[in-house]
């Protein structure tokens, strides 16, 4: 994800990982694809920083391939196209409930964001604000709480905002594609939307109102997220279809594209994002064919480790806060005092990606995590009670075993070194044996306090 808003045609946020079929034959790699692609979005703000001038390339050529931020862009899109289809295609892609849907659409997306929102107006108000930029009022706060970003033009607390609201766009038309899949069938569905689109891109740039709806709602993504409902059509079919080299189909459509934009040069693939991302649709479309087939091993191994199922844990957390956290480290601290180019891309990369990853993991653990865990205000309420309950019950235990352990800790003190020693058991009186028939000693009873303590 590229600069938001800061160069058009913006980029979109990544989609908020959609929850995956947990029951066996779970997709294994989509999370580690959000999380490596959510990394790729920081590279490229801090690379944007480091060599200004977008949409030229003024970095060397071992940097050169991150102003292409906005291919994480798309692969966010067609990814949630393709989780959110998952379920649905199994169910003869239908919902269990529309209602269900949209409450958890709303609960997966909104809490996170509207913190979010409250960090970057903070960020924003009383930190640093990036300059040359308008500062957010009243009004943004509305416009931005509401989710009509891409409709009212208002100071941004956080240009990667806008994309949010185009991921509720097509969620609220996800339901509208199912229908169109089973009425007429999924190819069909993906061929419709990307003739719309099409015909709203060749029109544009003659009728002013369809310009418009290409720089405000940037249509090309409908088609990504339609390609990826139909790629999620690979879970129900047949072994012929599942066994075909999808990851070769993938690497095939991928090497037009990218001669494309080496021939071209980034100005012109900046300039002409719209049919770019179309041209990304079929090979990103193989490519999910390929991860959902388990295939190929060595891909699904890695996007299954630790490190990128980690990042994709936090991946739209991530999104939601490096924003302003870039911002701040690199007006505020960085340029002007080193020299920009590659020793600011260096020491920004040195700060911003171990700051921004951190603090978006303690984030999702506070706004994200819990919502995924618990599906409604009960639940979490519940949840958040017995959390409590039990930290009141261990507190007094800690404390009660400190305590314990520090009075057998102390012991009683010789008045002449300072020192505690233990004082030898005297027997009681009681228990002694006669002195005229000597045999060993009696071990002093639990209450013969005497025998046990001692004194300084």
């Not at 801090?46 to 050529?61: K, L, N, S, V």
């Not at 041209?279 to 193989?286: H, R, S």
């Not at 002195?435 to 060993?440: E, M």
Request: proline share 9%.
């Amino acid at each position: 994800m590229t600069g938001i808003r800061e160069h058009p045609p913006p980029t979109a946020a990544p989609a908020a990982p959609a929850t995956e079929a947990t029951r066996p034959g779970r997709v294994v790699g989509p999370d580690g694809i959000r999380g490596l692609a959510a990394l790729f979005v920081v590279l490229n703000h801090i690379f944007e920083r480091a060599w200004p001038g977008y949409p030229g390339d003024h970095a060397p050529f071992w940097a050169a391939w991150m102003i292409y931020g906005r291919f994480a862009v798309v692969m966010f899109i067609a990814l949630s196209g393709f989780s959110l289809g998952l379920g649905p295609a199994r169910s003869g892609w239908r919902f269990k409930s529309i209602t269900t849907y949209a409450h958890r659409r709303a609960w997966r997306i909104l809490p996170p964001y509207w913190a979010a929102l409250g960090f970057s107006l903070v960020m924003t108000w009383f930190v640093l604000a990036q300059p040359g930029w308008a500062v957010p009022n009243g009004k943004s706060v509305v416009v931005y709480g509401l989710l009509v970003q891409d409709v009212f033009s208002v100071g941004s607390p956080n240009r990667a905002f806008w994309s949010i609201a185009i991921e509720a766009q097509l969620y609220v038309l996800l339901p509208l594609l199912l229908l169109l899949v089973r009425r007429v069938s999924a190819r069909a569905m993906v061929g419709l939307v990307a003739a719309i689109v099409v015909t709203i891109g060749l029109l544009g740039p003659h009728v002013p109102l369809m310009n418009s709806a290409l720089v405000k709602f940037t249509p090309d993504l409908a088609v990504l997220f339609a390609v990826g409902l139909l790629s999620a059509a690979i879970v129900t079919a047949g072994e012929r279809t599942r066994s075909r080299p999808w990851a070769g189909y993938a690497l095939a459509a991928t090497v037009p594209v990218i001669a494309l934009m080496v021939v071209k040069g980034s100005t012109w693939s900046n300039l002409n994002l719209f049919w770019l991302d179309l041209a990304w649709a079929p090979a990103l479309g193989c490519f999910l064919a390929a991860i959902a087939t388990s295939r190929p091993r060595p891909v699904i191994r890695f996007l299954d480790g630790r490190l990128p199922r980690s990042l994709g844990a936090c991946s739209y957390s991530l999104y939601l806060t490096h924003m302003p956290i870039v911002i701040a480290v690199s007006y505020g601290l960085v340029l002007g005092r080193v020299a920009a180019g590659t020793p600011a891309f260096f020491v920004l990369a040195a700060i911003l990606l171990p700051v921004t990853v951190c603090f978006a993991r303690l984030f999702a653990a506070v706004f994200e995590i819990p919502f995924q865990r618990h599906r409604g205000w009960i639940a979490l309420r519940q949840a958040m009670s017995a959390r409590l309950r039990k930290l009141r019950r261990t507190e007094p235990a800690v404390v009660a075993g400190r305590s314990r352990g520090a009075s057998r800790a102390s012991g009683p003190r010789s008045q002449a070194d300072g020192q505690c020693r233990p004082v030898r058991p005297r027997l009681v009186a009681d228990r002694a044996q006669p002195a005229s028939r000597p045999g060993p000693p009696v071990p002093p009873g639990p209450g013969d306090s005497a025998t046990r303590s001692g004194s300084c």
